[in-house]
């Protein structure tokens, strides 16, 4: 079978280093290794607008900013397409087709919607559009034949969704679509980094992100005021390192080549984390240590980042042509689902004739 790989991001915000080391990094590695067929890495704007409807200003703003952050960091527009969602008006087509395949019940069970919807306030008044978005990413992930989607571990009940239009569709219609599978990080930690002040999750609306895009003193000004474990006061005090986002951080971004270039005197994380645990490190040794592993991982990103801003034309010029690519591929996609769903009558000869036939005297 072939390996056709799709993902994409909603452009509300610049990137951060948990977009990064949940899935970015992924992808460059999936792209690097060669090992797909095709590529697909969308900007999910119409998804973004489902919930920012009065804020079309911000997603305008947004795109660029993602499509550099995807620059950025390595994802290549020779070897996969990037692209952005409206741009392919195929994919709102198959979401109204969709749509009769998935009741209103289920949707609302879908744990991502729900915690969404409290998120957001929506309480009783939740946009028709927000409610359908699970519906329109099953679109952006069949109108590709999509079997891969490298994702973050909140997408999975996405992903479910997904199957299960997909089952009902090929059941009513027949086997048209293609059942996805969701591709998480390998290594446990990379799959939710905490924010910098230890909460759950990097959030933008909470302030507690590093972006790709940071330069080096906000990135160590973000770091040296970070949550660490609140009990570890003196030096000499045992300390946690779990739940300790700044060794979560290491767990998630450091190697052993790292130590050897700023920290020599360990050889790797378990030791850092043992002489942490027994107490006589302090914070700010380790904290100097993550700063200089961040902005190891940051610097090529950065160097290639300004290399792209100084040329957004080329920027918009590269989301244009994969817009037109993925237009045509979900073009054929649509004329199948059509095909199979008997709506595709001035194409039907045979139906054209069996009417004739129907009527004759
Ligand atoms: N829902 C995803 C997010 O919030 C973005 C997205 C839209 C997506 N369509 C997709 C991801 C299709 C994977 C496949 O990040």
Do not use: W
């Not at 009065?54 to 527009?77: C, F, H, M, Q, T």
């Not at 799959?191 to 992100?209: E, V």
């Amino acid at each position: 079978m072939k390996k056709i790989i799709l993902t994409g991001d909603r452009p509300t915000g610049k990137l951060h280093l948990g977009h990064y080391v949940g899935s970015l990094k992924q992808r460059v590695d999936i792209q690097n290794k060669g090992d797909f067929d095709e590529m697909y890495i969308m900007i999910a704007d119409a998804q973004a607008l489902t919930d920012n409807a009065e804020n079309p200003e911000k997603i305008r703003e947004n795109i660029i900013e993602v499509a550099l952050d995807y620059l950025s960091v390595g994802l290549d527009p020779n070897k996969v397409t990037l692209f952005i969602q409206s741009a392919v008006s195929e994919l709102t087509e198959l979401t109204f087709y969709y749509m009769n395949l998935v009741t209103l019940a289920r949707i609302e069970r879908n744990p991502t919607v729900k915690s969404e919807i409290k998120a957001r306030g929506f309480d009783q008044s939740i946009p028709v559009g927000f409610l359908t978005y699970p519906i329109s990413q099953t679109s952006d992930i069949t109108a590709f034949k999509a079997n891969i989607v490298p994702v973050g571990d909140d997408q999975l009940p996405m992903l479910e969704q997904a199957r299960e239009i997909v089952r009902s569709f090929n059941h009513t219609y027949g086997e048209v679509l293609v059942e996805p599978k969701a591709v998480l990080a390998d290594n446990e930690v990379c799959k939710r980094l905490p924010g910098t002040d230890g909460k759950a999750k990097m959030s933008k609306s909470i302030g507690n992100c590093i972006y790709l895009s940071d330069d080096a003193d906000t990135v160590k000004q973000k770091v040296m005021s970070m949550y660490t474990d609140p009990t570890h006061l003196k030096v000499e005090d045992p300390g946690h390192t779990e739940n300790n986002p700044v060794f979560t951080y290491l767990d998630a971004l450091c190697t052993d080549e790292h130590f050897k270039k700023y920290l020599p005197e360990y050889k790797n994380l378990d030791e850092l984390k043992a002489h942490y645990e027994k107490g006589g490190l302090g914070d700010m040794k380790v904290k100097r240590f993550l700063n200089d592993v961040i902005n190891d991982v940051l610097e090529p990103i950065r160097k290639r980042r300004h290399e792209y801003e100084n040329k957004i034309k080329d920027v918009y010029d590269i989301l244009e042509k994969g817009s037109n690519k993925a237009r045509k591929t979900a073009q054929n996609t649509l004329k199948e689902v059509k095909e199979a769903m008997k709506i595709n009558y001035f194409e039907d000869d045979a139906l054209i004739e069996s009417h004739i036939k129907k009527y004759e005297k």
